[in-house]
């Protein structure tokens, strides 16, 4: 909502700057996002005094002047007013200045004379029409000051951020009554200022009145008109063109002006139809007829349906309910009858229609958050006296006004202690009546601490006590409640364990160099997602993805589009997947990874660090996983197609790490992604790991270089080796895989270390010796594994 | 079977033409280590030894060694030496012990005792010698001590993720814990329950996006606030970060899916006069001691509702282009929660009341790393990720 800050005093007298008013409306009422000066224009006009004024020269009716603009030195200006006098002060502007008509100012000569700057009149600073001489201020402004600040010039816009429980602020008077309550001023109509210069009072051809039938009473509550003949349809008056656009609109002729001076200033829509194109001379609301066309002001054709309500003439439809009016019976030119329609309309189905419609407008913004019915006899007459104003004409016959009483909501119960309870800060009865009063509710002492409380008809929004409470706390400032920490129960609510095992996925993945990523959900469909977004911005972005890792690789690919190589990505998201015959998909918390180009940033020693590969990805996944699960396990048996490893906690799969296929430029490494699922960590969310002594005795290692055919998996070597090794066995890892000379080929040689210890003693060679020989008779006879010969 | 990685091409010339080494592990078996082992000879002949002969050889070892490293005058020199003294196949020091097995038991462990001294003595003379070599050649050769260290990657968090948890910390400091719920909800727990008046014009802050005619993607993440007590009894005091999402075009100030962090404290006798003390105290631990204000505002779910701002921190308050000379920014929504909310959830709203707020994360992520288009944010740019966490 834009208001006009001259306007608003027109209904109130208030002694505030706008930035003082923009304060005030913010703290009580409703915030004031913007304050606009509506002549920026004259921003680089400056207060200029004349010290000298001597006559040109080479031309009579020049002068040549020295001006003081500020800034320490003086200028020479010449100038051809004959009002210029030394001693006064001028509107000045300086070379490199611009005009409102777009004009420069430069450094030039006149007839021989320099000329560096101008000396305005009114009417070349827009702000008159007079041009008979210079403009001479009255201020006492140093020279310098710019003119905005030095007078009053032009309007101020408050850009008001109107909440929607608020319609009665999308006015000036409404925001004018507030403004009245905080002040203690006095609330009141403008006076309707009769046009000298504007349009000859019309002829009276007189008709009849135009009788008003309401069929469709659950969309229009209430509806009233008057018919005005001898209009005369012409440019608005000045006064009146500038108060349109000083709120942003645009002045189309008086009658239509003075319909828009009703909306802006009062909060109430109107619209003027040319009476003599009312077909059959009478008005019907009624639903619209299913498919009924009807040619909008906007000069489109639509189709309406049986939700829709119009108005109607005896043939056709003429304006849509609320939302536009029709080309059909606009006002032109040529219009000397009017019917003025002043209406209330209900809300929901202004706003259904406006929606299938896909046409928004100042009215129905308005109706679709409530105009107050009680004021519409008020707001009529007054629009009438305003049309006669400004475009001639008198009203014909009688006011049709059709109302649909609806039974006034009962008051609301306010209890005092309910208010102290709510608000932690007591405040006393006769405060609150105060306060409530000030702003047009009515109040009853039902008993003791008890009122009754009546709404204003402007206040639709306050239906119950808080709503109430709502109103007291505001305007007794929310700043002057205390801010003291008060006593609190802690929360009986236990963290989400999901949210702990988040806390410790993240954790994992910083600790191994990883960066968090925190992209949005979205893939297109090639991911293969089942969960389609109806309504979806884009449509590669319509489906809710299935895996993290697809919106991970989409931000490999993002990095590798900036020429980024080494990248390593985490991201702990959400998951979706249909659940079912259930109205809500199955979401699951995912951790992604991904990692590609070099495992170690470049230095100087070594400037081409190797690439990440499948042993850092499965090594990354182990670790990470690590820390959130129990018994873990990388499983290689259903790998293929990308698939690598399955993760697996307790024999239950839940997660993967694969090689992942992106666009990659040539220059790209290989890129390797992990996919976990954080839910399954939530179980052991609490658990802690246990204390284990830290060895003192000294272990013995043991190195077994043996001859593995590549049918057989090293988990599998391990396993014997465990089976065998006896409970000394502290630790047992493969070193190295090498194949090529003394190992045929279908073999591997495996380097296994084994470090054997024992908690209490220094272990004997013996002991080991004999297990070491256990150990590989059992690889022999189970696997048929032998050591590798020298 | 395991599976055969891809064969791998080295398709990245670096600009000095060098060729990436292919990051396998080298076939070459390197192990050097400080301890010896034992690499089990199973075809070694051993013939007997006596005591007296045994320990003669150590004594032997032990002059060898000295002698070795005190004419050792390079690293590679030094290698050599610690080859032929300790080397785990031929190494002297090894040949010896496999001579151990053949003495008897008792001659074994004095035996054994002599060898892991003269070990240990080697092994102290070898580094001894090795860290004065090390400090020669520092002094001979010229090291430019201006070259960068090295460094490993490092990791960090999302600076999303870095505000959330900074607004955990302080709110959990005031007594409250994380609650979650689901990014898909239905009508019912994302308007009905919070007293979103069916084809209202509140609706229009809430552009949604559908899966279908009951389920959507939360607007906000104050249906957490209805399924928190719908199960738990009062004393309720949560935090619920999540993603919310909009219909909202991808722009440098508007994104369909953002981080949003709800609060919820519902209990008997809860005010605003606590409403405004814990924010004020939040807002004081996040943006240091400034300033706060108050205004009202409009939730369906809040009774009063009431907007915070906290004092520009580019002009302290004067008036700046940022806080479009307000002196304030604007840092979260908040209210008492509406009675209809309550009741929906089956809380007594004569009995409890309680205070909510909301807040979007990334605007205060985006204030305070002077971030000026909200994509970046969702780009996941490393340099940028680096940057903030640097």
Redo the contacts between chains.
């Keep these: 909502m834009n208001a006009s800050f001259n306007w608003l005093r027109e209904f109130v007298d208030f002694d505030l700057s706008p930035a003082e008013l923009r304060t005030l409306l913010t703290q009580r009422a409703t915030t004031v996002d913007d304050v606009l000066p509506l002549r920026s224009d004259l921003s680089e006009i400056v207060v200029g005094r004349v010290l000298e004024a001597g006559r040109h020269p080479n031309a009579d009716h020049l002068w040549v002047t020295k001006v003081d603009a500020g800034g320490g030195s003086l200028f020479d200006v010449v100038c051809g007013a004959p009002n210029v006098e030394a001693g006064r002060v001028y509107p000045f502007a300086r070379v490199g200045a611009i005009l409102p008509g777009g004009v420069k100012i430069e450094k030039r000569k006149i007839r021989g004379a320099t000329s560096e700057g101008m000396l305005c009149s009114a009417r070349e600073l827009g702000l008159g029409t007079d041009h008979e001489g210079i403009l001479a201020l009255d201020t006492d402004a140093a020279p310098g000051t710019p003119l905005l600040q030095a007078m009053s010039v032009g309007d101020t816009r408050l850009v008001i951020d109107v909440m929607p429980s608020r319609p009665d602020l999308l006015s000036h008077e409404g925001i004018a009554r507030e403004i009245a309550a905080a002040i203690g001023a006095r609330l009141r109509a403008p006076k309707i200022a009769r046009d000298r210069k504007g349009s000859t009072p019309g002829k009276a051809t007189k008709g009849a009145a135009i009788p008003v039938t309401v069929e469709d009473r659950d969309g229009c509550p209430r509806y009233a008109g008057v018919r005005i003949d001898g209009v005369a349809v012409g440019p608005s008056p000045r006064w009146l063109a500038e108060k349109i656009e000083a709120v942003g609109g645009r002045s189309i002729n008086n009658v239509v002006d003075a319909t828009n001076y009703m909306l802006h200033g009062f909060g109430q829509p109107m619209h003027a139809f040319d009476a003599d194109r009312i077909g059959g001379a009478k008005i019907i609301v009624r639903r619209a007829v299913q498919n009924e066309p009807i040619v909008t002001l906007d000069g489109v054709t639509r189709k309406l349906d049986h939700s829709m309500t119009v108005i109607a003439d005896a043939e056709r439809a003429q304006a849509i309910a609320g939302v536009i009016g029709g080309e059909g019976s606009e006002v032109s030119d040529s219009t000397t009858s009017i019917f003025l329609e002043v209406a209330s309309f209900d809300p929901k189905r202004v706003r259904a229609t406006r929606i299938k419609l896909g046409v928004s407008t100042d009215a129905s913004y308005r109706f679709e958050r409530g105009v107050d019915p009680e004021a519409i006899p008020r707001l009529l007459d007054y629009a009438a006296k305003m049309i006669i104003a400004v475009a001639g004409g008198a009203i014909t016959g009688d006011v049709e006004d059709v109302k649909h009483e609806r039974p006034a909501p009962p008051p609301v119960r306010l209890r005092v202690s309910r208010a102290a309870l709510l608000l932690g800060d007591p405040i006393d009865s006769d405060e609150i009546k105060r306060l409530l009063k000030s702003v047009g509710f009515d109040l009853k002492q039902r008993s003791r601490g008890v009122f009754d409380v009546t709404s204003p008809s402007w206040r639709s929004d306050v239906t119950g006590e808080a709503e109430v409470i709502e109103e007291i706390a505001r305007l007794y400032g929310y700043d002057r409640f205390s801010s003291d920490i008060r006593p609190f129960r802690p929360s009986r609510v236990p963290d989400d364990p999901m949210y702990l095992a988040v806390q410790r996925a993240q954790r994992a993945c910083v600790e191994s160099g990883l960066l968090e990523a925190r992209p949005m959900p979205f893939v297109g469909a090639s991911a293969g997602s089942k969960l389609r977004v109806r309504n979806p911005l884009a449509e590669d972005e319509a489906w809710l993805r299935p895996r993290v890792l697809d919106t991970l690789a989409k931000r490999i690919e993002y990095n590798f589009s900036h020429m980024q190589r080494d990248i390593r990505l985490f991201e702990i998201g959400t998951v979706f997947e249909p659940d079912g015959a259930n109205e809500l998909p199955r979401e699951q918390m995912h951790l992604g990874i991904v990692v590609t180009g070099a495992r170690r940033p470049p230095h100087f020693t070594d400037p081409s660090p190797p690439d990440w590969d499948e042993w850092d990805a499965k090594g990354l996944a182990e670790s990470v996983v690590a820390s959130l699960c129990e018994d873990v396990r990388l499983d290689a048996e259903d790998t293929g197609q990308n698939l690598l490893w399955t993760v697996k906690s307790r024999g239950k799969a839940i997660g993967v790490v694969r090689e992942l296929e992106v666009d990659s430029p040539p220059w790209a490494g290989r890129v390797w992604g992990i996919e976990i699922d954080v839910g399954a960590a939530t179980e052991s969310a609490h658990r802690g790991k246990r204390y284990a002594a830290v060895p003192s005795m000294p272990a013995i290692d043991v190195d077994l270089a043996l001859v593995v055919p590549d049918s057989t998996p090293a988990s599998e070597v391990e396993r014997v080796i465990r089976g065998s090794a006896g409970d000394l066995l502290e630790s047992v890892g493969v070193f190295d895989e090498f194949r090529g000379s003394g190992v045929p080929s279908g073999f591997r040689s495996l380097a296994w270390r084994l470090t054997f210890r024992h908690a209490e003693r220094t272990l004997r060679d013996r002991e080991i010796q004999g297990r070491t020989a256990r150990i590989l008779s059992n690889l022999e006879s189970e696997l048929g594994i032998k050591p590798r010969s020298n | 079977?395991?599976?055969s990685?891809?064969k791998?091409e080295p398709?990245?010339?670096?600009p000095?033409g060098?060729?990436?080494?292919?990051?396998?592990?080298a076939?070459d078996?390197q192990?050097v280590r400080g301890?010896p082992?034992?690499?089990?000879?199973?075809?070694a002949n051993h013939s007997r030894v006596t005591l007296t002969e045994f320990l003669d050889r150590v004594t032997a070892l032990d002059d060898r060694a000295r002698s070795l490293l005190a004419s050792a005058r390079s690293q590679a020199e030094l290698e050599a030496a610690r080859t032929e003294l300790l080397g785990r196949k031929a190494g002297a020091l090894t040949l010896l012990m496999k001579e151990?097995?053949s003495l008897g038991a008792d001659e074994k462990r004095e035996a054994g005792g002599a060898v892991n001294r003269a070990k240990t003595t080697i092994e102290s003379l070898l580094d001894e010698r090795a860290t004065e070599l090390a400090t020669s050649s520092r002094e001979s050769r010229p090291v430019d001590f201006t070259?960068?260290g090295?460094?490993?990657?490092?990791?960090?968090?999302?600076p999303?993720?870095m505000v959330v948890e900074e607004i955990e910390g302080i709110f959990r400091e005031?007594?409250?814990?994380?609650?979650?719920g689901?990014?898909?909800?239905?009508e019912w727990y994302n308007f009905g329950a919070l007293n979103f008046p069916p084809?209202?014009?509140?609706m229009?802050?809430h552009d949604t996006?559908?899966?279908?005619d009951?389920?959507l993607?939360r607007t906000h993440t104050s249906p957490v606030q209805i399924r928190?007590l719908q199960?738990?009894?009062?004393?309720?005091?949560?935090l619920a970060p999540g993603?919310v999402y909009r219909?909202?075009?991808?722009d440098a100030s508007h994104?369909?899916?953002f981080?949003q962090i709800e609060g919820l404290?519902v209990?008997e006798?809860?005010?605003?006069?606590?409403l405004?003390?814990?924010l004020?105290?939040f807002a004081n631990a996040l943006f240091g001691t400034a300033r706060?204000?108050?205004?009202?505002?409009?939730f369906p779910f809040t009774?009063?509702?009431?907007?915070m701002d906290v004092e520009c921190s580019l002009c302290h308050g004067s008036g700046c282009a940022r806080c479009?000379?307000?002196g304030w920014m604007e840092i979260l929504g908040s209210g008492?929660v509406?009675?209809s909310v309550l009741d929906a959830s089956g809380v007594d709203s004569e009995r409890y009341?309680g205070w909510a707020f909301g807040m979007g994360p990334a605007r205060i992520a985006i204030e305070r790393y002077g971030i000026p288009d909200i994509r970046i944010?969702?780009?996941?740019?490393?340099?940028f990720?680096?940057q903030v966490?640097g």
């Design positions: 079977m395991l599976s990685p891809r791998r398709h990245w010339p670096p000095d060098a060729v990436l080494s292919s990051g396998r592990l076939n078996k192990v301890r082992s034992y690499f089990v000879d199973l075809t151990l097995p070259l960068p090295r460094r490993a990657w490092k990791g960090g968090r999302h999303v993720t005031l007594g409250f814990t994380i609650a979650l689901p990014e898909v909800e239905t084809d209202h014009p509140a229009d802050m996006l559908y899966l279908a009951n389920a993607l928190t199960q738990y009894p009062p004393p309720v005091r949560i993603n219909r909202d075009f991808f994104a369909p899916m981080a404290s209990d006798g809860v005010s605003f006069v606590d405004k003390a814990t004020t105290r706060t204000r108050f205004r009202p505002s409009y009774e009063p509702s009431a907007e479009k000379n307000t008492m509406h009675p009341t944010l969702y780009d996941s740019d490393v340099r990720l680096q966490n």
